[in-house]
T-cell receptor, first 111, second 115 residues
Framework: GEDVEQSLFLSVREGDSSVINCTYT??????LYWYKQEPGAGLQLLTY?????DMKQDQRLTVLLNKKDKHLSLRIADTQTGDSAIYFC???????????FGQGTTLQVKP | DTGVSQDPRHKITKRGQNVTFRCDPI?????LYWYRQTLGQGPEFLTY????????KSRLLSDRFSAERPKGSFSTLEIQRTEQGDSAMYLC?????????????FGQGTRLTVV
C-alpha cells in the first residue's frame, strides 16, 4: 500500500541546519514533494524531486533522495525563526497527481 | 489570478445538518483535488476531477459526501447529515496536469467544526 512516514518533531537553534526525514513505500512514485504549513494556513509547495535524481538544491533547501531505501530528506540551511512550521513529505501517485502525505514534522526554531 | 480560493474559511454546524464548501481553482487548471486534514495529521486524499469528470473517490468518502465540478471550473463538496467525526480542515488543490510532476497549488482550506 501507499504510506509515508516522518518524524514528528525537530527543534533547532536559529542559524543551524535542519534535516527533516521521510520514508515512503510506493516504489512507482515518480515525484516526491515537500510542503510547508503555517498555523491555520494551507500548504505551500517548497520543492520537489524527480525519482531518478539523487539531489536537488534550491537556495537554502537541499533535497536528498535514496530511492533504494525509499528515503527522502529536506535540509534547510541557516534556519530562521520564520522557518518554524509543519513540513510535509508527499509522494505523487503515478498518472493521477494524487498526493499521499506523511503526518508532518513540526520544526521549532529557537532564537 | 490570486490562487486557489475556498469559501467559507470557517464553518460551525450542528450535528445532522448539511454543509457545502466551494473551491475556485486557478483559472485554466484542469485538475482539482479535495483533501481532508485532521488535527496533527497530514492531508488525506478524498477525490479529484479532470475538468468536470470525477476520476477517483477515496474509500474515506462515505455516501454522505458528494463532490461536483459542473462546468470544469469551481467545485463544491457537500456533506450531508454531518457527524462530529467530520470536523476537519477541508483543502482544495488545483493543477494544470501535464503529467507526473505537475505542481499542485493549495487553497487556505475550510475548517469545519461539527458540534
Amino acid at each position: 500500500g501507499e504510506d509515508v512516514e516522518q518524524s514528528l518533531f525537530l527543534s533547532v537553534r536559529e542559524g543551524d541546519s535542519s534535516v527533516i526525514n521521510c520514508t515512503y513505500t510506493d516504489s512507482s512514485s515518480t515525484y516526491l514533494y515537500w510542503y510547508k504549513q503555517e498555523p491555520g494556513a494551507g500548504l505551500q509547495l517548497l520543492t520537489y524531486i524527480f525519482s531518478n535524481m539523487d539531489m536537488k538544491q534550491d537556495q537554502r533547501l537541499t533535497v536528498l533522495l535514496n530511492k533504494k531505501d525509499k528515503h527522502l530528506s529536506l535540509r534547510i540551511a541557516d534556519t530562521q525563526t520564520g522557518d518554524s512550521a509543519i513540513y510535509f513529505c508527499a509522494e505523487s501517485i503515478r498518472n493521477t497527481g494524487k498526493l499521499i502525505f506523511g503526518q508532518g514534522t513540526t520544526l521549532q526554531v529557537k532564537p | 489570478d490570486t490562487g486557489v480560493s475556498q469559501d467559507p474559511r470557517h464553518k460551525i454546524t450542528k450535528r445532522g445538518q448539511n454543509v457545502t464548501f466551494r473551491c475556485d481553482p486557478i483559472s485554466e487548471h484542469n485538475r482539482l483535488y479535495w483533501y481532508r486534514q485532521t488535527l496533527g495529521q497530514g492531508p488525506e486524499f478524498l477525490t479529484y476531477f479532470q475538468n468536470e469528470a470525477q476520476l477517483e473517490k477515496s474509500r474515506l468518502l462515505s455516501d454522505r459526501f458528494s463532490a461536483e465540478r459542473p462546468k470544469g471550473s469551481f467545485s463544491t463538496l457537500e456533506i450531508q447529515r454531518t457527524e462530529q467525526g467530520d470536523s476537519a480542515m477541508y483543502l482544495c488543490a488545483s493543477s494544470f496536469y501535464r503529467g507526473d510532476g505537475t505542481e499542485a497549488f493549495f487553497g487556505q482550506g475550510t475548517r469545519l467544526t461539527v458540534v
